[in-house]
């Protein structure tokens, strides 16, 4: 049996919630889905888990990480669980309990923060990135997507950083002081919480000097009459780099990077590197990346950026490499070359440059507008939602569209559900497709 049958949208459901983002926005979809009459139930794994969800429905798992597959397994066939909703799944607990959830026959959901930011949340039936049903074929998008209207661009939901560190800090501090609580959890992240909001201690209190600085560098890009190309840092901790990249690291992903555009970039043109906006400064990207390219000898040809507009920097490039950061979701609605080393959702032909990375530099190809075009109304009609994780106003509309599509039976719908997956995983240390002959 798989999880990929027919749903039965008209009887009633049992949702099992894991780990959520640490928002209210998870309780707020049980709230809505028990209005459609279905059940909804969650295990906490810890802290943080207990404070976001208060509601009823929940149980403790306190247990080790060794006895969580046969716990999750007996919790799915006790409850006669249909559907698992989470977020992160490559998560290693969560990995354990899709796993689980397949072999049961249980529909597996996944929410995330939205491909088509910055106020849409993701809401893919089966998985994401390498695990994603969305159509990897042109001609399936095209003809998915005839018929769907032009998203609204507008910007409805803002959502402050005060916000969001405030959820992270509830979330993440109890689980430190409070850990006696559930001896058995195990973070995924890669940093220990007090050493990330000390990063960012740091990071705050030079922001306003390094936003000035990359503006001024973005300006000076743009006005230099050389070629440049732009690659946007993703998270040291972001599953999509860590699970759906042929890279072990960030680090391993800048060195490969700059040694194919020292080779073959044309002479005079530059990299542009910018940093996440969401990092917390624990490793020194800046000096990696000088560290990096002086030992290869063209560090007159790297910039590196800590700020500034990412979509500024993108509209007087040559082109946009990523692993596979959203970042290139933005490069193509701007109608730029992109070339995707990892997997990706939008790593199509005919919208990312599908040459390796080696001749991408010398002959970088943008994407077809048509395609383009109906890739962003299917992406928007089938696994986007309008909503966001930390404004009272952006979890209600996410809430209640996520409630009502999986109410409906609709996610993936229409036509963006392939089975099965069309992508594969990347083996990692596997370069030489994306990159070409070395």
């Known amino acids: 049996m798989t999880a990929d049958m027919t ?10 919630f894991l780990q959520g983002p640490s928002s209210p926005i998870f309780a707020k979809i ?46 799915i066939r006790r409850h006669a669980v249909s559907d698992l909703v989470l977020l992160g799944e490559e998560r290693p607990y969560h990995q354990v309990a899709t796993a689980a959830a397949r072999k049961a026959g249980v529909a597996v959901f996944v929410v995330e923060m939205g491909y088509l930011r910055p106020d849409w949340l993701t809401l893919e039936r089966g998985g994401m990135s390498s695990n994603s049903h969305f159509p990897a074929e042109p001609d ?6 005839a ?12 959502q402050s950083f005060l916000a969001e560190a405030t959820c992270d800090l509830l979330y993440n501090l109890p689980n430190v002081f409070l850990w006696f609580l559930f001896p058995g959890y195990r973070r995924h992240g890669i940093f220990h919480p007090l050493a990330e909001y000390a990063g960012w201690v740091l990071r705050l209190a030079t922001r306003g000097r390094q936003q000035r600085a990359a503006d001024a560098l973005i300006r ?9 190309f732009v690659y946007p840092l993703q998270l040291e901790t972001d599953y999509q780099l860590r699970a759906h990249s042929p890279f072990n690291s960030q680090k391993e992903a800048i060195r490969a990077i700059l040694a194919s555009f020292a080779r073959h970039a044309p002479a005079g043109s530059k990299l542009a590197i910018k940093s996440h906006p969401l990092d917390n400064g624990l490793i ?11 030992k290869i000898g063209i560090a007159d040809r790297v910039a590196y950026l800590d700020g500034g507009n990412l979509d500024a920097l993108v509209q007087g490039s040559a082109g946009v490499v990523t692993v596979n950061s959203t970042a290139g979701l933005h490069a193509l609605k701007q109608g730029k070359a992109v070339k995707v ?29 048509a395609l383009s075009a109906a890739l962003f109304r299917l992406m928007a009609a089938a696994i986007q939602v309008r909503g966001n994780f930390y404004s009272s106003a952006g979890t209600n509309a996410g809430a209640n569209a996520i409630a009502e599509r999986l109410h409906r039976g609709v996610v993936n719908e229409p036509g963006a559900f392939i089975d099965p997956p069309p992508r594969r995983k990347p083996a990692k240390g596997t370069l030489s497709t994306a990159f070409g002959s070395r």
């Open 7 to 16: 749903i039965n949208r008209s009887a009633p459901r049992t949702f099992l």
């Open 30 to 75: 049980a709230t809505r889905l028990e209005a459609f009459g279905h059940t909804c139930l969650r295990i906490n794994l810890n802290v943080g888990d207990q404070i976001f969800w208060r509601r009823g429905g929940a149980f403790n798992y306190r247990g080790s990480m060794s006895a969580w597959p046969a716990f999750v397994e007996a919790f």
């Open 140 to 145: 399936q998008i095209l003809n998915a997507a």
């Open 147 to 158: 018929g769907l209207p032009e998203p609204d661009w507008r910007r409805r939901y803002e």
């Open 220 to 228: 000076s890009l743009a006005s230099d009459g050389r070629d440049y």
């Open 284 to 294: 020194r990207w800046r000096e990696v990346v000088a560290e990096a390219a002086a």
């Open 341 to 369: 080393l990892g997997s990706a959702v939008f790593d199509i032909a005919g919208l990312t440059d599908q040459q390796p990375l080696d001749i991408f530099w010398q002959r970088p190809r943008g994407p077809d507008a």
